[in-house]
């Protein structure tokens, strides 16, 4: 593949990692990012050590970023030396997005529809290109879906639920059903130990709160730090998830996988300790065309952390995704879409 | 995706399978099959029950196909009332080839450049299409590599290595990467028990005898059905592989995951039992972004056959390499380079 751009939308726990993660991609190139302040674009490739560190502790309780660390009294991308600070810091990417071959989403979707608006607002623009978010909840799908017309019609590509679980895992689930004529059962389970910290994780933590039985994602985000970590400590730092609205199902039922109802998700965060509560597991039981049942199984190590497990798949499905839209292919896809299937 | 249509070069264990398997894949629609005294060719889709029930039995020593079963004076392929007998199957094939979108080369490789050779003469005609194998020998690959300016010339996108292993495993290799930023080691086990026997898979027998210490591919191909029969007695039908010159290797380096030199394949067959010697599993060890090592795992459920998982991932990787071939993009290519790394 030829070199490509991408622009960073967010510089919050997962924004700042896939910036780290992509300095071992050679073909990868940031050339723009922004938080709520400020946004940094150099077409040349932006200095990616310098913005990490103006931005080093920038995270904010909501996932975005705000006033903790200062530069020149500015704070989070505003405070790095390539960027100038904003009050519209989407407007800008987009307004720079010619040539920018691909955007990944790294801020947190506390509305349901807010990243289907975002795509709706690149398609506005006519951006071509792709668009990656790491995206959980299954009902996203959906609303992605609405506004695939006007995706196609703007040349966007867009890969939802590239991270970790949809995501990396997702993938591996459809790879692991390559044995298989008929997929039963996908059952995922995962098990994070929060190593860069609760603190560096804000946004993750509170969307996953959104996840327990009496809470959805209005409560959790209308929640204050103080409530979120009097929730933390009755739970000693241990929150378990069953049956979780993941969008894993939707997108193994969309490419064909499996039904949607027959994949379960369920997890274990603990924020308080690097180690892993529980192995991240995929479970794929289904029957061979020789007329066998059996499970695969996909397990990744205790010690990598729910970090790298994010941002190496998202950045693979993000090179995908450049693929597919270089070849004309618009519109919405899902992790398990661009497997060898 | 569109139909694909499909022929396959080849009706031993793995050629009749593979038309089995790809009848519950509706986009798929086999078109022409051939062996060495038969060819059977239908735009509007081969009768596949018929197909089988025609060349049941009929696998011959060297995995081709020989005068094991008799319709009417015909054997094999020949024997079904959709073929015609023929001299020069695969020639047929390639005279009838303008339509069909991809090829399945379900030969066994006894000379190395076999399969490089037949790539070349579906060139030298001019195909642009799909050419998929599910060949095994890391030197291979460097034979067709040497070729590539002709099959680009021509607009073929040939799927190199596309069964269980490299294949299967080497695609699942190459996303249980995806955690780690600098791989370091990649271990594949197979287990093998052939459920469907070994009178049924004897081109596959004889082709991993020629893995074994003191065999090449020369002797293996030089060997009697005796005198296979007395090797496989002295160990029980059990035989263990250690170190084998499996294309993984080369085929991971060229997707960029590690060095050929970090991958080693071993197995274990028993052409004695149904039941795996052992369960087959990839172990990928390698370092994250953020400085841990670990070693993520793939296990397929001895429950699943060798023949199970050839087959499905084969015919994935022919979708993969249509979508590859119709973007334009055409030469050689691993599994490993069709997924979202």
Known sequence: MDDVNFAVLGTGGIGRRALDVARHEPALTPVAACDRNGVAI?????????????????????GGVAAV?????????????????????????????????AVLVALPNFEHDF??????????????????????????????????????ASGI?????????????????????????????????????????????????????????GYDIET????SDGEIEALLDEHDGVLEFEDMEHADDVLLERAGICDAADVTVGGVLD???????????????????????????FALDDATSMEANVNGPALGYLKAGIRRQRAGEYGVFGPAELMPI
Chains 1, 2 share one sequence.
């Open 42 to 62: 150099d077409r040349d490739g932006l200095d990616v050590d310098e913005l990490l560190a103006a931005t080093e502790g920038a995270v904010a309780s909501d």
């Open 69 to 101: 660390k200062q530069h020149g009294g500015a704070t989070g991308v505003a405070a790095s030396t390539q960027a100038e600070p904003t009050g519209a810091p989407i407007e800008d990417v987009i307004a720079a997005s010619e040539g920018i071959d």
């Open 115 to 152: 990243i289907p608006r975002l795509a709706e607002r690149f398609a506005d623009a006519e951006y071509a290109g792709v668009l990656v978010d790491v995206l959980k909840r299954s009902r996203v799908i959906g609303l992605l879906d609405e506004r695939e017309e006007r995706l196609e």
């Open 157 to 213: 590509t867009f890969v939802c639920g590239a991270g970790a679980t949809p995501g990396f895992l997702t993938g591996a689930a459809a790879i692991a059903a390559q044995s298989f004529v008929d997929v039963e059962e996908v059952e995922i389970r995962w098990g994070v130990g929060l190593k860069s910290g609760y603190e560096d994780n804000r946004g993750t933590v509170r969307e996953d709160i959104a996840h327990l039985d």
């Open 220 to 223: 959790a985000r209308g929640m």
């Open 271 to 297: 924020v308080r300790s690097e180690e892993k509560p529980t192995t991240t597991t995929v479970r794929v039981t289904g029957r061979t065309f020789d007329g066998e049942r059996g499970t695969n199984t």
